[in-house]
């Protein structure tokens, strides 16, 4: 069988089930979490089909290791980062987040929802647990095995709901009608109870018109990933022929929320960021802090002029949720979004959460009394290519001939070459603006491009050479 090694990733682990991982792979990193973590151990999953074996078998490693596991069962990835932050608890979600059916993987978190990543010990963990299964003793002293822990059951979703409720009081706002695309996901089950009455909460003012909310790891309908256009194209045809104010679609494991406008048109995560990043330093002014926002390298250049114009201090960072987790909570941010639909909140313990993001931009949308395609354009002043992948031969070797090609423009000032994230080349500081970035993905072999301009001509000028460049010699 494959080296689970194969399947580590910067921030979490993703393969095809059962070729890359299985079941005994899920037992020997629940051996070497309970070992590496302590416990009592948080076990959340998705609804993919593999879902029950593996955190069976995860569940058996903990036991066995002899610490103490709860079983969440099936939830999102935001519910079990609300589970370790409230009840201060490692944890691990099993997920492959938008990757298709067959995939399944594991995110990781320490006591309070702090991330675990490659570098944070991810790494140890996964090579301990192919250590078992290359052999070696899955107790450090077989002669004194530990007793063996136990497992419990515990249903964290309502509990998960009323927290969303108190942070966002959506009570009171103007009656309004909301399609949301679960996409088959997690979001069947996380929508309904904190917008809906599903969780034994009150009734909202929210009219919820649900796409696709019946739980199925096939996913029948279509990809769970709503960054590809053609998986929000339902969505989008069923908010404009019921005449709703704005659609939500939701990734599998419901941790992404993309919104759609009232005229079905996907509105730019970095217009989301924009809107709830203001909202949430409106808050920590009136507590008299200065506000601090993260973001990306590839977000929109929208956001952080927006946090400067009113007041706040942007910070740039790299692509991911843990390396945003981490410097979120060094700056005491009290918020971090992505090109790719992650929100981060303080007062979620420094984590994502789509469906808090989609209620912060329900009660902006309430506020301003305009459309949701009003509030979009207000905060969309560029023009963005979307996140275009390649497959490339070599990711290295694709990246310098982007780097060569504007090297000379670099070398007279004309351009600024930045390399915190993959290689951006910048255009900003003069006219016409614009700036493109590759950068390898964090999940799958492949190289991203996304290019920014104030023009819609020369966004596509841009991305053509740049795109041109990366491709060039490769089989496509």
Not at 188 to 195: E, I, K, Q, S, Y
Not at 322 to 334: L, V
Not at 364 to 374: N, R, V, Y
């Amino acid at each position: 069988m494959p080296s689970l090694l194969d399947i580590l990733k910067a921030n979490d682990l993703r393969g095809v089930v059962p070729d890359q991982w299985d079941a005994r792979g899920a037992r020997a990193l629940g051996i070497a979490i309970a070992e590496h973590l302590g416990g009592p151990v948080l076990v959340g999953r998705d609804g993919r089909v593999s879902g029950p074996e593996l955190a069976q078998a995860m569940i058996g490693g903990i036991t066995e290791a002899g610490r103490d596991a709860i079983d969440l069962g099936m939830c999102s990835t935001d519910a079990t980062y609300f589970a370790s932050g409230h009840l201060n608890l490692p944890g691990v979600m099993l997920t492959a987040s938008h990757n298709p059916a067959e995939y399944n993987g594991m995110k990781l978190m320490r006591p309070g929802a702090r991330p675990l990543g490659r570098d944070q010990g991810l790494g140890a963990i996964v090579e301990r647990a192919q250590a078992i299964l290359d052999g070696a003793p899955a107790c450090p002293d077989p002669a004194n095995p530990p007793a063996p822990g136990t497992a419990t059951a515990r249903a964290i979703i309502p509990e998960y709901a009323a927290y969303l409720r108190s942070l966002v009081d959506l009570t009171g706002i103007k009656p309004i009608k909301v399609v949301a695309d679960a996409g088959n996901g997690m979001a069947g089950l996380t929508v309904p109870a904190t917008l809906g009455t599903a969780g034994g909460l009150p009734a909202l003012p929210i009219d919820l018109v649900p796409l696709y909310f019946e739980t199925d790891g096939t996913f029948p309908n279509h990809p769970a990933n709503p960054l590809d256009p053609a998986n929000t194209v339902d969505l989008q045809k069923a908010v404009v022929a019921n005449h709703a104010d704005l659609g939500l679609a939701f990734d599998g494991d419901a941790d992404r929320c993309f919104v759609i406008d009232n005229e079905g048109n996907v509105v730019d995560p970095g217009a989301i960021c924009a809107i709830v990043g203001l909202g949430e330093m409106e808050r920590d002014r009136a507590a008299g802090r200065q506000p601090v926002v993260i973001h990306n390298v590839i977000t929109s250049r929208a956001v952080p002029e927006f946090i400067r114009a009113h007041g706040g201090e942007p910070v740039r960072t790299k692509v991911g949720h843990a390396f945003i987790k981490e410097i979120m909570a060094q700056r005491n941010a009290c918020f971090g979004g992505e090109h790719s639909a992650h929100f981060y909140f303080r007062d979620f313990f420094y984590a994502d959460t789509g469906l808090l993001a989609a209620m912060h931009v329900i009660r902006a949308l309430d506020q301003t009394g305009g459309t949701m395609a009003d509030l979009a354009r207000a905060h969309t002043p560029y023009v963005r290519s979307g996140e275009i992948n390649s497959r490339v031969r070599d990711i290295a070797v694709a990246t310098a001939r982007v780097r060569d090609a504007y090297a000379a423009d670099a070398a007279r000032g004309e351009v600024a070459l930045d390399e915190l994230d993959g290689l951006t080349v910048d255009h900003w500081a003069a006219e016409p603006k614009w700036w493109a970035n590759v950068r390898p993905s964090n999940t799958e072999p492949l190289l991203r491009l996304n290019v920014e301009a104030d023009d819609q001509a020369v966004m596509a000028r841009v991305r053509d050479r740049v795109l041109a460049l990366v491709r060039e010699g490769e089989p496509q």
